[in-house]
């Protein structure tokens, strides 16, 4: 029998797939809210107490429940076009192993709240009482007197309004928008720099996307202060052009200690000495396209020495 070439396969008939066959795949995950210009960059990490994972009740005498395996997965997060953070859940308080932590991870693009303002009915931008606000709450006892800090840490929030900035007694007291605020972040460090790196961000995302900064947030820092007047402060945006952070870390299960400058050779090298980063030449353990190399040298194994032949044996021999 001869060969036949098989009929042409037309797109939409019985039995065939037509996104095998047709370019629609390609539209997936291609908006442009979502997809950033090149690589995604890394613009600032929150840091936070060791007793922060315990967000139920964050304060420095749960810091003995917070097991070691939820505080390395447990971090917050700002890209160029998004907020990603992991709030890790331990059942075992401190008796819980890597294995049995559960993950509640959130990816938040700047497009969407608490960044921007939600939709009223689905189709109507919730803007009538102001655009929402995102705030960092510095706690504070005895009329602000005492500050708490250390004890608490600050307290990161976000509000769907600002109730256009007033406060409960038109002028005066704690700001009108804490009613309806629901927090973030507990037991954080240096918010104010956090906020000041993700508001100017959004501002280059709005900018490039031409979005409306009526429907943008807002970022302060509230300090509670005597006869109920809490201090409200704008957070300026970061100097730009924003500096991206090196991802760098290192495997503690593994016992290895790696530098900042990591990087294997050929291509990711020369993207690396592009951005000014030193390259290092030597062994080192592969994870995924960057070899990682430890600072400490690799231990020299040691020769054997012969043992020489004792006198009775040197007799037999001769």
């Not at 001869?2 to 039995?15: D, I, S, T």
Request: aromatic fraction near 8%.
């Amino acid at each position: 029998k001869k060969n036949v070439a098989p009929p042409p396969v037309v797109p939409g008939e019985a039995g065939v797939n037509v996104m095998a066959t047709s370019s629609n795949y390609q539209m997936f995950g291609m908006s442009k809210y979502m997809a950033p210009a090149a690589n995604p960059e890394l613009y600032a990490e929150l840091q936070f107490k060791d007793f922060a994972p315990c967000t139920s009740c964050p304060m420095i005498c749960c810091q003995c429940l917070v097991p070691e395996a939820a505080k390395k997965r447990f971090y917050a997060r700002v890209f160029e076009n998004r907020l990603e953070y992991n709030i890790p859940n331990f059942p075992c308080l401190c008796c819980t192993t890597e294995r049995c932590v559960s993950d509640c991870t959130s990816v938040q693009y700047f497009d969407k709240p608490p960044t921007r303002a939600g939709m009223c009915c689905y189709c109507i931008p919730c803007i009538c009482c102001g655009p929402p606000v995102v705030y960092a709450k510095v706690p504070r006892w005895c009329c602000g007197l005492i500050d708490c800090r250390p004890c608490f840490g600050e307290v990161i929030l976000r509000a769907p309004c600002n109730c256009f900035d007033c406060r409960t007694c038109l002028c005066c007291g704690s700001p009108c928008y804490g009613c309806c605020a629901c927090p973030l972040f507990a037991g954080t460090v240096a918010s104010e720099e956090f906020l000041a790196v993700w508001r100017a961000a959004m501002e280059d995302y709005a900018d490039t996307r031409d979005l409306p900064k009526v429907e943008m947030a807002r970022f302060r820092r509230v300090a509670d202060r005597g006869c109920n007047c809490d201090q409200i402060l704008i957070v300026d945006p970061a100097e730009r052009p924003l500096k991206p952070l090196m991802m760098d870390r290192g495997r503690d299960d593994d016992h290895y200690v790696f530098s900042s400058v990591v990087v294997s050779s050929g291509e990711p090298a020369a993207m690396a000495r592009a951005v000014g980063m030193e390259v290092m030449e030597g062994r080192g353990k592969m994870d995924g396209n960057v070899e990682l190399y430890d600072d400490e040298p690799l231990p020299k194994k040691k020769k054997k020495k012969k043992k020489r032949p004792t006198r009775r044996r040197r007799k037999r021999i001769k």
